[in-house]
């Protein structure tokens, strides 16, 4: 026993001995921007393009000279997990005491977020939550601090039943949704929404969780059904292989998505000639000829050597929203950043125009892409 | 009735890649009453080896395979001897060992993060500090063999957490797929059947065939079933119970790399995070045809296979896990020894 508090007691001096040497850092000649983003996990590559979008938009807001204290980003990665994310807004807000946060990418991430970080009054945008509560307490209202760059499922589940119903004049859909998601499940209810009001069927809805890989099951047993679409709400790493098995089973009908489809792992998933007759909805498409868009898909480029995608745009719009904001506020106090935010209006970003509504959320275009072969092959804009 | 016989096909090579990694658990449990959990890591590892051997080292499928089997044999017995043999028979050196690696990295850590030092620093400070540790260790405890299975099975879990991780550090947390496809559908009566999954089902039944000849009708089979009954009793004999332990890893994690490999070109997919769904229904496999008997892995495997293709394609997709662990309740209350088991009475 006595050795055992020794041990104990050794181990406790060594430990306060290494922590509390740590050095401290004065910063106040620095604006904080804190990066919380799935840097791993299943959705990372949303994470990791928006993050990459982000710190172009730093890099740029330092070179420009608009600023006279030098911009830091100070990134964490949440792992896809809501107790991490909330454990790293904690940490930004209290320790790092950050001006505003970027981030994290999906819906469910950023309501772990944002209910924790609206506590500590530190501006949060994320650049691709798309889930409608997602900004909501649980009475309904807009949390102060929590904004967003993107458009919400709502917008975004009744543009593509608006495309099904009236561009391709489908009417009969199948549903395949991930059951484990705020997002899948958002846009599958304001899509069969607007769909049956459009005269549409919702001939099946099948669920699957984010760990299946095997979904030849559920789509013999739709195989059997009189359908002509099939809708997927979910992201690239299950669609891919849904889609992949579908075709395999001969299932050649249109498949059509949402943002979560946008990104290349779709494409090495579901094979490229699988890619045929396939359409997603999104927030920006390289296809645009825009100058500002095309002088940032330069940029991208010369940093990263590869194309950006939707989330590395939403990443750069969400970083350069606060930055407008921090430049309008002449201050990096965050209660002087959320008002300054809230008077934005006619923002000009690379994935539209934003001006955000009573909810905190921006209203902009929604682009329908089509995919052949794997490439995105044209886009046009539909209205929700 | 065609969509049936399709359900049955999907069902069954589903099925035949649990069963495939099932027998790696079935086997190890008959020898030493070891859940290894980290058995669906393996796995994973193997679809790694064999994706890195299709797309970097521009090697054939059934190379890759055979690639991927040697690969985890080897890595199989490295765990055992690492980890899970330490604990069976401990030693005052392996103690230091523990202790110096494991306080090495420990302190390395976090006098890298907290005192912010360079590398060579903080390894000089892990280094003196961990061999006093080491030290320590080594001149006041007294080994003394574990009887509690439990410390084997958390041990397992932290093989299983160690491999999960350090694969995501190395290759990236990403969804990859695979470089290879065995393109080819055939469609027998209205049925589609891809060339895929034939070989599945063919490579699963005769590495299943292989197992029982080694196990029934070799000498280290023989020994295998020795050691399995008794082991003190083997040793007796003359049975060198640490290296047939030790060739009982080899051949069930080469299983289980076979498996990786199929299931990487079946679905086009891999992650570091792949075996955990795969090792736990694999887990249920084995129990539900009785764990430690090698017919039971295989029948279970194709019974929790078609279960489950069939809850989710005549009631609902959202239902198939509960189900498989219903399943699992019902038996273990039913018949704990798992279908194929024989009820045997413990001798006090």
């Known amino acids: 026993m006595k050795r055992f508090f020794l041990a104990a007691l050794a181990f406790l001096t060594l430990t306060l001995l290494l922590t509390g040497c740590k050095k401290e850092t004065a910063s106040d000649d620095k604006i904080k921007i804190g990066l919380n983003f799935e840097l791993s996990g299943d959705v990372a590559q949303y994470g990791i393009a928006e993050a990459e979008g982000a710190e172009l938009a730093i890099e740029q807001a330092n070179a420009s000279g608009n600023f006279d204290k030098e911009i830091v980003a100070i990134k964490y990665d949440n792992a896809y997990n809501a107790a991490e994310t ?9 320790e790092d005491k950050v001006s505003g946060v970027i981030g994290p990418a999906v819906s469910g991430m950023a309501m772990a977020q944002y209910q924790a970080g609206n506590q500590y009054g530190v501006v949060m945008i994320s650049p691709s939550a798309t889930a409608d509560a997602a900004t909501l307490d649980a009475n309904g209202n807009a949390y102060d601090f929590a904004f967003r760059a993107c458009f919400i499922d709502s917008y975004q589940g009744a543009a593509a039943a608006n495309f099904v119903a009236r561009d391709m004049e489908k009417l009969k859909a199948v549903v395949i949704y991930d059951s484990g998601s705020d997002y899948a499940i958002g846009l599958y209810n304001t899509f069969s929404e607007k769909f049956t009001a459009l005269g549409g069927t919702i001939v099946a809805a099948e669920a699957y969780i984010d760990s299946d890989t095997d979904f030849s099951a559920i789509l013999t047993k739709i195989n059997g059904e009189d359908f002509d679409v099939i809708y997927i709400p979910g992201y690239y790493n299950q669609a891919g292989l849904i889609i992949k098995q579908a075709r395999e089973l001969g299932i050649m009908v249109p498949i059509v998505g949402p943002d979560g489809f ?9 094979g490229a000639s699988n890619l045929n007759d396939v359409y997603f909805t999104t927030a920006y498409s390289n296809l645009s000829t825009d100058p500002d ?15 950006p995608n939707m989330f590395a745009a939403l990443g750069y719009d969400a970083t350069n929203l606060l930055l407008a904001a921090i430049q309008q506020a002449g201050s990096s106090d965050p209660a002087a950043v959320q008002q300054a935010l809230l008077n934005i209006s006619g923002f000009k970003g690379v994935t539209g125009t934003i001006t955000f509504d009573e909810y905190h959320n921006p209203i902009k ?11 995105q092959a044209e886009s046009i804009e539909v209205q929700p | 009735m065609t969509q049936f016989l399709q359900q049955i096909v999907n069902g069954l090579s589903i099925g035949s890649i649990y069963a495939l990694i099932a027998l790696g658990y079935t086997m190890v449990y008959g020898i030493i009453k070891l859940i290894n959990f980290a058995h669906g890591d393996i796995y994973m590892v193997g679809a790694f080896v064999g994706f890195i051997c299709i797309s970097t080292f521009k090697m054939s499928v059934l190379s890759a395979i055979l690639c991927a089997m040697v690969f985890c044999a080897l890595l199989g017995v490295a765990v055992e001897r690492l980890a899970y043999k330490p604990l069976r028979n401990p030693t005052k050196a392996g103690l230091f060992a523990t202790a110096l690696v494991m306080g090495f990295i420990l302190i390395y850590l976090v006098a890298k993060a907290t005192l912010e030092l360079d590398n060579l620093w903080a390894g000089v400070i892990a280094l003196v500090l961990s061999l006093a540790l080491g030290f320590f260790v080594y001149f006041t405890i007294t080994p003394k063999g574990n009887p509690n299975r439990i410390a084997a099975l958390i041990t397992a879990i932290g093989v299983s957490f160690f491999l999960e991780y350090a694969m995501m550090a190395i290759m990236g947390p990403n969804n990859r797929s695979y470089p290879a496809t065995l393109g080819g559908t055939a469609t027998l009566a209205g049925v589609q059947i891809t060339f895929a999954q034939i070989l599945i089902f063919i490579i699963t039944l005769a590495l299943m065939l292989i197992l029982t000849f080694i196990v029934q009708k070799t000498k280290i089979g023989r020994a295998m079933r020795a050691v399995s009954t008794d082991a003190d009793a083997a040793a007796l004999m003359g049975v060198n119970v640490d290296r047939t332990i030790s060739i009982t890893f080899a051949i069930g994690s080469s299983l289980a790399g076979a498996a990786g490999v199929l299931v990487g070109i079946y679905y086009n997919t891999l992650n570091p995070l792949m075996g955990m769904t795969y090792g736990l229904k694999a887990f249920i496999a084995a ?3 009785g764990i430690g008997i090698i017919p039971g892995a295989m029948l279970g495997g194709f019974a929790i296979g078609i279960t489950e293709t069939m809850v989710a394609g005549y009631w609902s997709s959202l239902f ?19 279908l194929l088991g024989k009820n045997v009475r413990e001798k006090v």
Do not use: C, H, W
């Not at chain 1, 868009?293 to 194309?307: D, P, R, S, V």
């Open chain 1, 293 to 307: 868009q095309a002088a940032f898909i330069e940029a991208y480029k010369a940093k990263y050597g590869k194309e």
């Open chain 1, 86 to 94: 909330s454990a790293i807004i904690t940490r930004l807000a209290t």
């Open chain 2, 320 to 338: 198939k896990d509960a189900i498989v662990y219903i399943i699992l309740i019902v038996i273990l209350i039913l018949k704990p020894s798992g």
């Open chain 1, 262 to 270: 946008d990104s290349p792992t779709l494409v090495d998933l579901a």
């Open chain 1, 365 to 375: 275009p929604v682009l329908m892409v089509k995919l052949v072969n794997g490439e």
């Open chain 2, 287 to 289: 129990v539900f045809g």
